[in-house]
């Protein structure tokens, strides 16, 4: 069984910085591409950033410069480091990722999602 676990979310204002954390863990074997997703109040799920097991990044323009995905494959944790929030980036938070179970298994994991709310 594997969880994904996020953290950081939660009140600030335009112009601060929050720091989110999804963990993984459970029966790993190894972690592929893993992606931090968000979704607005009435609005669908859409890609904020994606990092591969290599450390190649890629972000939507509407975060470009602002936010920072990195990862830490020792603690199989995936961070996204948010700056110059602002008021549209108000949404619950979630991690994914594609996860290998054993030699041949693998899945795609949803953390339970994270809350982060700008104020203006």
């Known amino acids: 069984q594997v969880q994904l676990v996020e953290s950081g979310g939660g009140l600030v204002q335009a112009g601060g910085s929050l720091r989110l954390s999804c963990a993984a863990s459970?029966?790993?074997?190894?972690?592929?591409?893993m992606v931090w997703y968000r979704q607005a109040p009435g609005k669908q799920r859409e890609l904020v950033a994606g990092?591969?097991?290599?450390?190649?990044?890629s972000y939507a323009d509407s975060v470009k410069g602002r936010f920072t995905i990195s990862r830490d494959n020792a603690k199989n944790t995936v961070y996204l480091q948010m700056n110059s929030l602002k008021p549209e980036d108000t949404a619950v938070y979630y991690c994914?990722?594609?996860?290998?179970?054993?030699?041949?298994?693998?899945?795609?994991?949803w953390g339970q999602g994270t809350p982060v709310t700008v104020s203006s």
């Open positions: 459970g029966s790993i074997f190894s972690i592929n591409n």
């Open positions: 990092i591969t097991s290599g450390g190649t990044t």
């Open positions: 994914n990722a594609l996860i290998q179970t054993t030699a041949r298994s693998y899945a795609n994991y």
